[in-house]
């Protein structure tokens, strides 16, 4: 018989993946593309040292990433991309504010928006039934269990 949290943890699942997949992906790019995506273009918004910005960014993109997908330190993984998020959000999209106005804007920033507000949901709610956050934490409940015996 089927689990009633079933759906629940695919859904989860699939939220994680997708951020997941979207910073593993971005943050290979900064190595591969480094004339567009990487200190090239951190370059090109005003960084200074944007060698080191941009692997530095690439990094964590990689590292944070892989944690969403395996669902491992979760609520943790998603502050330094949230934070990547909050200086994408000041270099790239508030130009185009000043420049161009909200509707402009709101546009260019649908994606990221997107990307926030599904970082802030794992932020808030974990990672869900299929991850090791959840395995971990079935672990840790019946070794105290074990203990109390």
Not at 27 to 44: A, M, N, S, T
Not at 88 to 110: C, D, N, S
Not at 124 to 137: E, P, W
Request: glycine share 8%; aromatic share 12%; net charge positive.
């Amino acid at each position: 018989m089927k689990s009633e949290s079933q759906p629940l943890g695919y859904s989860y699942l699939l939220i994680r993946l997708i951020p997941g997949l979207v910073f593993l992906s971005e943050g290979i790019q900064k190595f591969l593309l480094p004339v567009d995506l990487g200190p090239g273009r951190f370059e090109k918004i005003g960084f200074p040292q944007p060698e080191f910005w941009a692997y530095f960014t690439a990094c964590f993109e990689i590292i944070c990433g892989l944690l969403l997908i395996i669902g491992l330190l979760v609520r943790l993984a998603t502050i330094p991309l949230l934070i990547v998020m909050i200086v994408a959000f000041i270099a790239t999209k508030v130009p185009i504010l000043e420049q161009k106005g909200f509707w402009a804007m709101a546009h260019e920033y649908r994606t990221d928006f997107a990307m926030t507000m599904i970082l802030i949901f794992l932020l808030i709610n974990g990672a869900g039934k299929f991850s090791m956050d959840h395995r971990l934490a079935r672990m840790k409940r019946k070794r105290m269990f074990n203990r109390l015996r």
